[in-house]
């Protein structure tokens, strides 16, 4: 379903009177009973297990919050927070994204995926089309975890389903899943493949693939050894050479120092200056002290120099008097 084209923005005085925010509601038209009565059932069961998901992540902010549902003439109707911003589709509409910008959408997805896949949820069709920059703070938001519900009710705009139950978005779903079974890692491929369209600007479905059947894509991409080992892992074709969780991609990114749980660990530009502003003041201290021992050891010779000559002068004095005497 096209989120933005089937979105209706709502000011909600009843049965809401209290939420004074723009929603977002999702119809979501059922089978006619009459017509199908198996299908209208599935589909209605189906549903029922998104909403039921929906209401297990309300409270985690990334996530848009799950508000009611309710049937009415034989339709489903999915309420939720609206969530103002960009999806991350449209972004790449400008061209590709920086290394450092695709780093901080790892962590920042990761994190989101963390508490999903906590909750015992594998989202299914991670895109960019599902993802939406927050307006107010420019923060990442997953939504559409309701997809899974929508494109099994609404099947003529589900993508390439031969079966009711396989829910994804070619390109952006691994195998396993397109044969109808999701692990929590396919997630972690749909996040790699969207990392890389971010540094290539190329769509995965139209990326190469080699003789194993793995993508071809660092050649259209500046990107780091490092980054790219941790996205060819994300993006295994057999799971079983895949991360099998968040936290092992979130454990690479630590050890290159990139991210740390939450927060970023990034060199900058300001660092590196501040750390030759350093040397150099080093440097200048170093030559400061060797300047001043050797002025010491100058001073300290001539004055050498000179207590001998007083002390050669005073022998001399002595021996005329003792003479004298």
């Given at each position: 379903?096209?989120?933005?084209?089937?979105?209706?923005?709502?000011?909600?005085?009843?049965?809401?009177?209290?939420?004074?925010?723009?929603?977002?509601?999702?119809?979501?038209?059922s089978t006619v009973p009459l017509v199908d009565p198996d299908?209208?059932?599935?589909?209605?069961?189906?549903?029922?297990?998104?909403?039921?998901?929906?209401?297990?992540?309300?409270?985690?902010?990334?996530?848009?919050?799950?508000?009611?549902?309710?049937?009415?003439?034989?339709?489903?109707?999915?309420?939720?927070?609206?969530?103002?911003?960009?999806?991350?589709?449209?972004?790449?509409?400008?061209?590709?994204?920086?290394?450092?910008?695709?780093?901080?959408?790892?962590?920042?997805?990761?994190?989101?995926?963390?508490?999903?896949?906590?909750?015992?949820?594998?989202?299914?069709?991670?895109?960019?089309?599902?993802?939406?920059?927050?307006?107010?703070?420019?923060?990442?938001?997953?939504?559409?975890?309701?997809?899974?519900?929508?494109?099994?009710?609404?099947?003529?705009?589900?993508?390439?389903?031969?079966?009711?139950?396989?829910?994804?978005?070619?390109?952006?779903?691994?195998?396993?899943?397109?044969?109808?079974?999701?692990?929590?890692?396919?997630?972690?491929?749909?996040?790699?493949?969207?990392?890389?369209?971010?540094?290539?600007?190329?769509?995965?479905?139209?990326?190469?693939?080699?003789?194993?059947?793995?993508?071809?894509?660092?050649?259209?991409?500046?990107?780091?050894?490092?980054?790219?080992?941790?996205?060819?892992?994300?993006?295994?074709?057999?799971?079983?050479?895949?991360?099998?969780?968040?936290?092992?991609?979130?454990?690479?990114?630590?050890?290159?120092?990139?991210?740390?749980?939450?927060?970023?660990?990034?060199?900058?530009?300001?660092?590196?200056?501040?750390?030759?502003?350093?040397?150099?003041?080093?440097?200048?201290?170093?030559?400061?002290?060797?300047?001043?021992?050797?002025?010491?050891?100058?001073?300290?010779?001539?004055?050498?120099?000179?207590?001998?000559?007083?002390?050669?002068?005073?022998?001399?004095?002595?021996?005329?008097?003792?003479?004298?005497?």
């Open positions: 379903m096209n989120r933005l084209r089937n979105r209706k923005l709502l000011k909600l005085q009843k049965p809401y009177p209290s939420l004074l925010i723009n929603l977002s509601l999702l119809l979501i038209p299908s209208y059932a599935t589909d209605q069961r189906l549903f029922m297990r998104e909403v039921t998901i929906l209401k297990s992540l309300n409270g985690y902010p990334r996530i848009p919050k799950f508000i009611d549902y309710w049937d009415e003439n034989q339709q489903s109707y999915l309420l939720q927070e609206y969530i103002p911003g960009k999806t991350l589709d449209e972004e790449l509409n400008h061209g590709k994204k920086s290394e450092n910008d695709v780093v901080k959408f790892l962590a920042e997805i990761l994190e989101i995926l963390r508490f999903v896949h906590e909750k015992g949820i594998i989202h299914r069709d991670l895109n960019p089309r599902n993802i939406i920059r927050h307006s107010l703070d420019d923060q990442l938001v997953l939504i559409d975890f309701g997809a899974g519900a929508i494109k099994k009710v609404v099947t003529t705009t589900t993508y390439t389903q031969t079966s009711r139950t396989k829910i994804y978005t070619p390109g952006y779903a691994p195998t396993e899943q397109m044969r109808g079974h999701p692990q929590y890692n396919s997630d972690i491929y749909a996040l790699g493949v969207t990392a890389i369209q971010m540094m290539t600007c190329i769509e995965p479905q139209n990326l190469a693939q080699d003789y194993n059947g793995e993508l071809v894509w660092r050649e259209h991409a500046n990107v780091s050894t490092w980054l790219a080992n941790i996205l060819n892992n994300m993006v295994c074709e057999n799971y079983k050479n895949r991360y099998k969780s968040v936290e092992k991609v979130l454990i690479e990114l630590q050890k290159h120092n990139v991210c740390q749980t939450k927060t970023l660990i990034l060199p900058t530009n300001v660092d590196l200056f501040e750390g030759e502003q350093t040397r150099n003041q080093t440097d200048a201290i170093v030559f400061f002290l060797m300047t001043l021992i050797s002025l010491f050891a100058i001073f300290y010779t001539a004055g050498v120099f000179s207590i001998n000559q007083d002390i050669k002068l005073l022998k001399n004095q002595s021996s005329v008097l003792e003479k004298v005497n």
